[in-house]
């Protein structure tokens, strides 16, 4: 006689809504080159760095919260916009003034490539790519109060957003006209979401909800799905867009990892079990659990208070 087993309690099946997004791990080719654009442009500012073997690990974030690590890999092949991969790292500010003045410091670098702006209803948010390839979002939130909800779906939009009278309005005319981005002081806050392309959408669907444990948010939008934990329009996003069909990523320039950071050990505990109960590959050193997404994209699920020193260990 079969019993139908008793469903694992809510906790156990979604991420905590605790949870913070970390550091983007980037493999450079140039490292100088990279590392000045995310200082000049972003007002990154270089923590610390260290050598593993051939590689150069270094860390760029805000004061001593890291940003972004970048891994000196230079003889691997460039970014290519259609694999499965990076489509942007999300860098969220904490007001209107402050994501301006990054804007018009990125917009004013002469490595900057400038690819649109948009109101998301949600938040408002502008794009770029870096001198290697990689998208960057630098976005702002609206407040939570302000976003609506449609049969269960969060709404999200895409409207124009035009770049020089958000600047004006933000920053004001005589700020902007000064010309000279080391006179804005805008820096971002923290990583907010990380953006991806994948091979199909239903199978990152599988990956990242139902086995990661994110909460679906927007499932309508043509050939993308965004998810979250604790009721966030998106920590995660996936498109298919360039990469429709994709395979499983070859070894480039471009993401290295993507980094979460969670409250407590119950909560790896949590995911231990939902990647087992799915047969899917992991490594646990107590600390962190890191895996691969189906198209070899590597996600670190990990403890907080690792600081610099855990990143570059990593």
């Known amino acids: 006689m079969s019993s139908t087993p008793t469903p694992a309690p809510v906790e156990d099946r979604i991420l905590s809504p605790l949870l913070a ?5 980037l ?34 974030g805000r004061g001593t919260t890291p940003f972004v690590r970048m891994i000196h890999t230079p003889n691997l092949p460039a970014v290519d916009a259609r694999d499965a991969g990076l489509f942007h790292t999300a860098f969220l500010f904490d ?10 410091r990125a917009a004013q670098h002469p490595e900057s490539r400038f690819v649109g702006s948009s109101d998301h209803l949600v938040s408002e948010a502008f794009y770029f790519t870096d001198p290697e390839g990689n998208g960057i979002e630098l976005y702002v939130d609206r407040p939570r109060e302000q976003w609506t909800r449609k049969n269960g779906q969060l709404e999200m939009g895409t ?4 770049p020089n009278a958000y ?6 005319s005589t700020h902007l006209d000064s010309g000279n981005p080391a006179d804005q002081s805008g820096t971002p806050g923290r990583v907010g979401h990380v953006h991806l392309q994948v091979g199909d959408i239903a199978t990152a669907e599988r990956f990242y909800v139902d086995a990661l444990g994110f909460e679906p948010t927007v499932t309508g939008y043509p050939g993308a799905l965004f998810a979250s934990a604790g009721g966030y329009h998106h ?17 480039r320039l471009g993401l290295g990892d993507v980094a979460i950071t969670l409250p407590g050990r119950q909560d ?12 899917i590959a992991f490594a646990d050193d107590g600390r962190a659990v890191v895996v691969h997404d189906p198209w070899g994209t590597q996600v670190t699920l990990a403890l907080p208070g690792g600081g610099v020193d855990e990143l570059l260990g990593r």
């Open 235 to 251: 920590h995660v996003a996936m498109n298919t867009w360039n990469s429709n069909g994709a395979g499983p990523r070859a070894a």
């Open 95 to 104: 007001d209107a003034p402050s994501l301006a003045a990054t804007v018009l």
């Open 167 to 172: 600047l004006r309005t933000h920053l004001g």
């Open 159 to 162: 409207s124009f957003l035009d």
């Open 21 to 25: 997004m970390d550091a983007v791990s």
């Open 27 to 60: 493999r450079v080719g140039d490292l100088e080159r990279m590392s000045s654009y995310y200082s000049e442009a972003l007002a990154l500012a270089p923590i610390e760095e260290r050598a593993r073997g051939a590689e150069v690990h270094r860390v760029l």
């Open 268 to 279: 790896l505990d949590a995911l231990v079990a939902r990647l087992a109960s799915r047969g």
